[in-house]
């Protein structure tokens, strides 16, 4: 587990263009006016804008990375912390974890199954799914976020997440919400917060466009390191996203497919 501190409420839908901070002059669940949040910082681009959301709300940003046995772990990780000295994070907590891949049965942790090319248009959950992986995260933040008296946990799950990863539902992170009320100490208030669970990933891309967030340092590909293969799910959508909204996608691709056709193509030109 390492550790850097120093330089580096409810479930929250959001209209990406009327983004109101929370006043920063209400009382805190740590008895003062400084509202603390931790963010799940993958290193990806939902992560990101969502650490840049938590932090436009007024929060001081607690960041929490989970190496959990994934193809792009040092990717991730160099991603992650890059984006906490970003924001100026009060705290980076990495955490290393091995039971997901122990258990596996997701293209991410098991060497034996490929990651599969994108397939934007199938309902089936994909193999890349880690079985209950955001429960396991979320848990870990809970606790992270209890200890140091944080009044929220921020997580970047979005819309075109939830077809396909049954925990990234609104209705999972509100069943969580419960959870954390039932099994954190009575004066413990800790808000689930998934800004843009009810928005698309062009959504997010448009709202980090707003907040000036850093996507050059982040990393959303399943397969590679370095470049981004631009053929998986991550990289179909994260590329459509910025092809939507007419910015070019700042980081390496090996490949970079057009995924917007017809109407959607003459928009981004």
């Known amino acids: 587990m390492e550790r850097r ?48 959301e938590a932090r436009d709300r007024g929060y001081e940003i607690y960041g929490l990375h989970t190496s959990y046995g994934q193809r792009t772990e040092d990717r991730e990780l160099e991603c992650a912390r890059r984006l906490a000295d970003e924001v100026d994070a009060a705290d ?11 258990i596996g049965a997701s293209s991410l942790t098991d060497d034996d199954m490929d990651v599969a090319d994108a397939d934007m248009d199938s309902d089936e959950i994909p193999s890349s799914y880690v079985p209950f992986r955001n429960a396991n995260l979320l848990a870990m933040a809970v606790s992270y976020a209890e200890a ?23 209705e999972f992170f509100e069943a969580f919400e419960n959870v954390v009320e039932v099994g ?4 413990t208030e800790i808000s689930i917060e998934a800004p843009f669970v009810e928005h698309s990933k062009t959504d997010i891309a448009r709202r980090g466009e707003e907040l000036e967030v850093p996507y050059e340092h982040t990393w959303s590909c399943y397969r590679e390191n370095e470049p981004a293969c631009g053929t998986c799910d991550a990289c ?7 092809q939507r909204i007419g910015v070019r996608d700042p980081i390496e691709y ?16």
Do not use: W
């Not at 409810?10 to 209209?15: D, E």
């Not at 140091?148 to 609104?170: K, L, Q």
């Open 236 to 242: 179909a959508y994260r590329l459509q996203a910025f």
């Open 148 to 170: 140091n008296d944080c009044d929220a946990v921020f997580i970047g799950a979005h819309s075109e997440d939830f077809s396909g990863y049954p925990d990234c539902r609104p």
């Open 5 to 52: 501190a120093g330089d580096l409420n409810r479930l929250a839908t959001i209209t990406m263009t009327d983004t109101e901070p929370t006043p920063t002059d209400e009382v805190a669940s740590n008895g003062t006016d400084e509202k603390r949040a931790v963010v799940l910082l993958s290193g990806g681009m939902d992560s990101a804008t969502a650490a840049y």
């Open 184 to 187: 954190t100490k009575p004066e």
């Open 92 to 102: 980076f907590l990495r955490i290393e974890t091995g039971h997901l891949a122990a």
């Open 254 to 269: 090996a490949e970079r497919p057009s995924y917007v056709e017809g109407d959607e193509r003459a928009e981004a030109e």
